[in-house]
T-cell receptor, first 113, second 113 residues
Framework: GENVEQHPSTLSVQEGDSAVIKCTYSDSASNYFPWYKQELGKGPQLIIDIRSNVGEKKDQRIAVTLNKTAKHFSLHITETQPEDSAVYFCAASRKTGANNLFFGTGTRLTVIP | EAQVTQNPRYLITVTGKKLTVTCSQNMNHEYMSWYRQDPGLGLRQIYYSMNVEVTDKGDVPEGYKVSRKEKRNFPLILESPSPNQTSLYFC????????????FGEGSRLTVL
């Protein structure tokens, strides 16, 4: 099955700086890569996703890049704010639905005011 | 309000005492699934259901049962809980299709003594 590795496990940045979280996947057939944000005491929530037919996607301060050849994808957060502090999970899937999404181990991001 | 509701949110129980964690969604989603979240291991799928009366094992199904008698409900049953089932549990649903966002409940923290 798919194996998703995520780094770093913890990340602290100063407010206003950028944060980058990296993930690698093992299954070359994976074609969908979502990122979820989990705030304290809440369930994870989708923040951005990318499909294998594109190399980059942006949504305001958040961007995701995908390198299919190297089988890695990254989350970039610019101009970080305290409310960006959360645990972030990457995931990979051949298709969606409840049965084929494999999650990374999570990154706890702390934005220091 | 569209949501996934889990109960109980917190539970402390003892080894061997059967318990059920309920999950209900009001979005008419086809897919539902259960995950457990453990430090350093991320989110791992326990069971999933693609529709009423259709369930299947995820990555870590041992010690758990599920049922899907109605579209909106997907309870997780621990017939004889053990301490290694102490974890944070999340129910999720998705409409399915090609690329579907997972909607998570707020989590149920279970401690088995």
């Amino acid at each position: 099955g798919e194996n998703v590795e995520q780094h770093p496990s913890t990340l602290s940045v100063q407010e206003g700086d950028s944060a980058v979280i990296k993930c690698t996947y093992s299954d070359s057939a994976s074609n969908y890569f979502p990122w979820y944000k989990q705030e304290l005491g809440k369930g994870p929530q989708l923040i951005i996703d990318i499909r294998s037919n594109v190399g980059e996607k942006k949504d305001q301060r958040i961007a995701v890049t995908l390198n299919k050849t190297a089988k890695h994808f990254s989350l970039h957060i610019t101009e970080t704010q305290p409310e960006d502090s959360a645990v972030y999970f990457c995931a990979a899937s051949r298709k969606t639905g409840a049965n084929n999404l494999f999650f990374g181990t999570g990154t706890r991001l702390t934005v220091i005011p | 309000e569209a949501q996934v509701t889990q109960n109980p949110r917190y539970l402390i129980t003892v080894t061997g005492k059967k318990l059920t964690v309920t999950c209900s969604q009001n979005m008419n989603h086809e897919y539902m699934s259960w995950y457990r979240q453990d430090p350093g291991l991320g989110l791992r799928q326990i069971y999933y259901s693609m529709n009423v009366e259709v369930t299947d094992k995820g990555d870590v199904p041992e010690g758990y049962k599920v049922s899907r008698k109605e579209k909106r409900n997907f309870p997780l049953i621990l017939e004889s809980p053990s301490p290694n089932q102490t974890s944070l549990y999340f129910c999720a649903s998705t409409p399915g299709g090609t690329y579907g966002e997972l909607f998570f409940g707020e989590g149920s923290r279970l401690t088995v003594l």
